[in-house]
């Protein structure tokens, strides 16, 4: 039975700004991250990391790093356990031990510049690192394959010789198509017959990395009992102790995985890369304490970016501006091993849209590049870049307003998704309304600075926010204030949203709950923080956590008062009895007496909750581009969102801004920019060139509230959809701008000039 | 008698047919009935007695979280289609 919810507005908690909870450590430095993390007889991990971009190994010696004075151990992929095949289901995440093996520790064959070949654990990172030198690696070269369209030639290298496709049904060998799904309703070609003018055109896209500052690190203990001990800067501890012990091979219960703060994630910390490999040189290093910390050049080459790939999209309009048929080919670049965000993205790149007649080719496609992991939205933005330059380009070519067009085809309740899925209570009508009656969108766009030129561009995106498990501890303290446990790694102001949704029920202010994260042996399981869910789940676990709380309290006051404990209500922090209005508590006094009530109070609630409260953003996007150069400048930027209920409105704020940022950054400077070797020349952050806050105007935002029936308080996931909109609001800016549309991402410099010397 | 989408890999199963009408009170006996009306349905969708790792399935507007205990509404909807996590 899912439970619904009526929308309020009358809230004292929700919807303020309190001061997060964990502000003070964090801007004081005491604030605890991976890379803080000391434990007595700490050891220093390093990885050797493969020079080619794919090759097969043909020897590994690791002799003469072992005997090297200081060092304690040197692992290799043969030092871990035979993995269980095939697709596991972990609860929350499919993970393919087998692959994920051999991506933390190469086996056979290299499939990336960076892939890891061994790993040496010595008593400080210098010696470990000059340790790693002596491990020779005999290296048979393959010929890189660097893209879809390389991957998918006839004559192309196969990565994976053991890889058995799923080609539509149809398993297919000697291939480097992981999967190709088809999402298909109405007639495709009686729409595009009844349409009065068809667009197509294809996108290519490049691998982008999340860009977080923390690089990826962990600290383990392999004890003399066989229990290991981590600790490790991601968005799921009990992903890392999930996919730990599913690599080592050990039971769950004997990992035990203690959060610490995240600097970054953006989905890119999802995904394990040292921990069990810190265990495994803990265990051969007889129970020392192993820390390994990656470098940058590291987090860009071996850690998960965003898939690059190819685009096609086709879509066909009739005169009275109604969308009649799109069908959009999807080829996402999942890196070394299968597993792109193509799913996603193929839910997503209709969503905008109420299509009659639909098709969407999915394709995960396997290259010489990193194993590509989530980034915000994972899919979606790629998806988007495509279908609303499309969109953009129908609007230019008719003549049509770009956002009534948008309201004239949105989805709405009932309008089926690309994968057929019909929408409950979604909010893009209210959103695009927003943006049209913005200032931004009724202003004038403005006179350039001489020799410039201008351009305006708008686009929606969609994000289905997911639901998962999450569980949440109360614990009511003698002062009247209440400890709450979760077990969300907090990567955006979390501890501060979950705790308000506490404190709005149990009728205290925000400050007067104390969210803490223990280790994965001390809170029943939660899913990682990821896909805009925590703020959602393990939100409804802390209303439904209070509520328990509530009704506890009322029975003790009950007992205090010698009455039926249904006479007792509870309104606006005070207990009182329905039938004597003499009897009435605050919450706070009646804390204080709960031990003569029959001993200390606590609460839990664990929940696991299907997806809902899809997001939808529309960005509009003022730039200057210097034709000389080819520089653009974003001048103006406007985001609006449906955030169904904003629960701390400066942290929604703060999604919707980071995001449109990371956007723009994604559309017209970043990429993976992969040489003739198959190697990333720009592995620095001095080269890949992210945006600094120099480099952007003042984002401006406008929240639309359509609450979430589904949840107590309305909310919908903000974290992902931010980053959809961004890419093709750029490029459609650019288009307007210059007149000319560049359809190879990123949308940079050089292309511009292109552009405009043709 | 739920309504169930056909994924496109097994229309063939369904003679091209995109929806089909199947009873079942959970997802677990629509699947059932799937099997004998359509065989070779339960192959795609189930491993080891539950839903396959990798696929969802969408009985109303949302991925279900209870497998193949959820209850269906005479009317539900039923999708089995990639499942996918966030960032």
Redesign the interface.
């Known amino acids: 039975m899912v439970q619904t919810f009526d929308p309020k507005s009358d809230y004292k908690v929700v919807g303020t700004r309190p001061i997060r909870h964990d502000g003070l450590e964090k801007v004081t430095g005491r604030a605890v991250y991976g890379a803080d993390v000391k434990v007595p007889g700490l050891i220093w991990g390093e990885v050797l990391r493969s020079p080619h971009a794919h090759a097969r190994i043909k020897s590994i010696d690791t002799s003469e790093a072992e005997k090297a004075p200081g060092v304690f151990a040197v692992v290799t992929n043969a030092d871990f356990p035979a993995p269980r095949s ?4 972990t609860g ?3 993970v393919n031990f087998e692959r994920d093996t051999k991506n933390l520790l190469a086996k056979d064959k290299v499939l990336y510049k960076g892939h890891a070949v061994a790993a040496v654990a010595a008593s400080d990172r210098n010696t470990a690192l000059e340790a790693t030198k002596l491990i020779k690696v005999e290296y048979e070269q393959l010929t890189p394959v660097r893209n879809v369209d390389e991957a998918m030639a006839a004559d192309a290298p196969i990565l994976l010789e053991d890889l058995v496709g799923d080609h ?2 149809e398993d297919v060998k000697d291939t480097n198509v992981a999967r190709h ?5 109405g007639d495709l070609e009686r729409g595009f017959a009844e349409s009065d003018l068809v667009v197509e055109e294809t996108f290519t896209l490049q691998m982008v990395h ?1 860009g977080y500052i923390e690089p990826h690190n962990a600290t383990a203990i392999w004890d003399e009992s066989g229990h290991v001990t981590a600790w490790s800067s991601t968005q799921g501890m009990f992903a890392v102790r999930d996919q730990t012990a599913g690599m080592l091979r050990i039971p769950e219960s004997q990992v035990t995985v203690h959060p610490v703060e995240i600097g970054g994630g ?3 910390k ?1 995904k394990v890369y040292l921990a069990p490999v810190a265990a495994m040189l803990s265990k051969k290093s007889n129970g020392r304490p192993v820390k390994m910390v990656m470098d940058r050049n590291s987090v860009f080459e071996a850690s998960g970016p965003a898939p690059g790939g190819k685009i096609t999209v086709k879509m066909g309009v009739s005169n009275d501006g109604k969308i009649k048929a799109v069908h959009s080919d999807l080829r996402y670049e999942a890196g070394a091993f299968p597993g792109s ?1 193509i ?2 993205g ?2 997503c790149v209709h969503a905008c849209y109420n299509i009659p007649n639909s098709r969407i080719d ?1 394709y995960d496609v396997v290259v010489n590049k990193p194993k590509s ?7 979606s933005p790629q998806a988007a870049f495509a279908i609303e330059q499309v969109v953009d380009e129908i609007c230019d070519q008719k003549g049509w307003d770009k956002l009534q067009f948008r309201l004239d085809n949105a989805s709405t309740e009932g309008t089926r998704r690309g ?6 209570s979604i909010g893009l009508i209210e959103t695009l309304e927003a943006a049209r009656d913005s200032d931004h969108w009724n202003s004038p766009l403005g006179e350039p600075a001489p020799g410039k030129l201008r351009g305006r561009g708008v686009a929606s995106g969609y ?7 999450s569980t949440v501890d109360l614990m009511l303290q003698d002062d009247g204030s209440v400890a709450l446990n979760e077990g969300s790694a907090d990567i955006g102001g979390t501890r501060a949203s979950i705790a308000m949704q506490a404190a709005e029920v149990l009728g205290l202010p925000a400050e007067d709950v104390h969210p803490y994260i223990p280790s994965t042996d001390s809170i029943g399981f939660t899913a ?1 923080t ?4 925590t703020t959602y789940a393990t939100g409804y676990a802390a209303w439904e956590a209070a509520n328990d709380l509530i009704k506890q309290m009322s029975e003790r006051a009950a007992i205090l008062w010698g009455i039926d404990a249904a006479d007792v209500q509870f309104d606006a922090g005070r207990f009182s009895s329905g039938s004597d209005p003499e009897l009435s508590i605050g919450f706070k006094d009646l804390a204080r007496r709960i031990g003569d009530t029959g001993g200390p109070l606590s609460a839990t609630s664990s929940v ?5 409260g899809a997001a939808y953003a529309v960005n509009i996007c003022d730039l200057e581009i210097d034709p000389e150069t080819g520089k653009t400048d974003v001048v103006r930027y406007t985001a609006v969102q449906d955030v169904g209920t904003a629960i701390h409105p400066s942290y929604a704020e703060g999604q919707i801004q980071g995001g449109a940022v990371q956007g723009l950054g994604w559309a017209l400077n970043e990429e993976y920019f992969i040489s003739d070797d198959g190697s990333m020349a720009n592995h620095t952050f001095l080269d890949y060139r992210m945006p600094t806050s120099l480099d952007m105007p003042m984002i401006e935002t406008i929240m639309v509230e359509v609450p979430n029936p589904l949840h107590p308080f309305g909310v919908r996931g903000v974290g ?1 959809v931010p980053l959809a909109p961004p890419l093709p609001a750029a490029a459609n800016a650019v288009k307007d701008a210059i007149g000319k549309r560049i359809v190879d991402h990123p949308v940079k410099p050089g292309r511009i000039i292109e552009a405009l010397s043709d | 008698m739920a309504k169930v989408f056909v994924p496109y890999n097994l229309r063939k199963l369904t003679d091209g047919q995109a929806e089909v009408v199947v009873p079942g009170e959970t997802l677990g006996k629509l699947i059932e009935n799937l099997e004998s009306q359509y065989p070779g349905f339960e192959e795609f969708v189930l491993q080891d007695g539950r839903l396959k790792p990798g696929l969802a399935a969408v009985c109303g507007h949302a991925a279900t979280r209870q497998g193949l205990l959820q209850k269906l509404d005479e009317d539900t909807e039923v999708h089995f289609v990639p499942a996918v996590s966030g960032g």
């Open positions: 095939g697709e596991i289901d929350e995440d499919v539509l049904g799904f088809r999402h298909e309703f999340q953006f989905g890119g999802t965000a799913g996603a193929a839910i999915g992991a989530a980034y915000r939205a994972p899919g994968d057929g899925v019909m929408f409950g994000w289905m926010n997911g639901g998962n498990k990682t990821g896909g805009s869910r696991n909750l299907a997806a809902a992902e």
